[in-house]
């Protein structure tokens, strides 16, 4: 039996005494591409914090390649990479500075910052647009730009959060493939989006978040033959959170 790359047991993350997450249980191996849905103050940005390193579990353990690293926070934030809501570069700067500073943070310098900065752009298509300042560039671009930096440490799981929030139908799609590609490259991804069409198309596993808790943790393909072929992936949706 293939071992989990990343394994939560018991996850429990209380603020202000609320329990956000109530005993989060889920694993993933390495290769997927997993879908996190569920409704307002369900928990999916407490989660995702907590897999990013943002966050410590109250309770719970942690585990990646079958090792501990609940309380190993430096651990985690080596092998995972973050893509936010919000913008993480500096947009008074070009798209190449951004990636160089960020590059540097993680350790790379010379050579070894030049070439990855490179073979990134290209993968993301801003290739030719290096010397552009990051805030002059269409909302789409300063999506991929965020995306290249969450790649620079080569990290082992990518983890986004409403990635294609504000984006037109096409940029959307355009998004959505370039994450495709990326886990068809070897990558393994969690992406939280309220787009559950995309999530449908492109993930392979889907988690449905309620109340704190995963209840329910299959592929698009399960779901459709649990609840029939007839019924859409938003009306399953939300037939579960009802």
């Known amino acids: 039996m293939e071992e989990a ?8 993350k209380k603020f202000s005494g609320r329990k956000i997450l109530d005993g989060i249980d889920f694993s993933m191996n390495k290769g997927d591409f997993l879908g996190i849905v569920g409704g307002s103050g369900s928990g999916k940005t407490t989660l995702l914090k907590v897999i990013v ?3 410590k579990l109250d309770s719970g353990k942690i585990h990646f390649n079958g090792k501990d690293v609940t309380r190993k926070t430096s651990i985690i934030k080596k092998k995972v990479g973050y893509c936010t809501q919000e913008n993480s570069f500096y947009p008074g700067l070009s798209i190449k500075e951004n990636m160089y500073y960020y590059g540097r943070m993680y350790g790379l310098w010379g050579k070894r910052l030049k070439k990855r900065v490179s073979e990134l752009l290209s993968l993301v298509e801003l290739d030719g647009y290096e010397d552009n300042l990051a805030k002059n560039v269409s909302g789409g671009m300063k999506r991929r730009l965020d995306l290249a ?3 620079l440490h080569d990290p082992e799981i990518i983890v986004f959060d409403e990635p294609t929030t504000g984006l037109d139908p096409f940029l959307r799609k355009k998004i959505w493939m370039l994450m495709k590609r990326i886990n068809e490259e070897g990558k393994t991804l969690i992406v939280i989006s309220h787009f559950l069409n995309m999530v449908n198309e492109y993930c392979n596993k889907v988690a449905i978040l309620k109340d704190g808790r995963i209840t329910h943790l299959k592929s698009p393909e399960q779901f459709r033959k ?5 019924k859409t992936f938003e009306e399953i949706f939300e037939g ?3």
């Open 5 to 12: 790359l990343l394994e939560i047991k018991n996850g429990i």
């Open 53 to 55: 390193g943002y966050h």
């Open 149 to 151: 930096i969450s790649l």
């Open 226 to 230: 649990e609840y029939g072929d007839v």
């Open 240 to 242: 579960i959170i009802r």
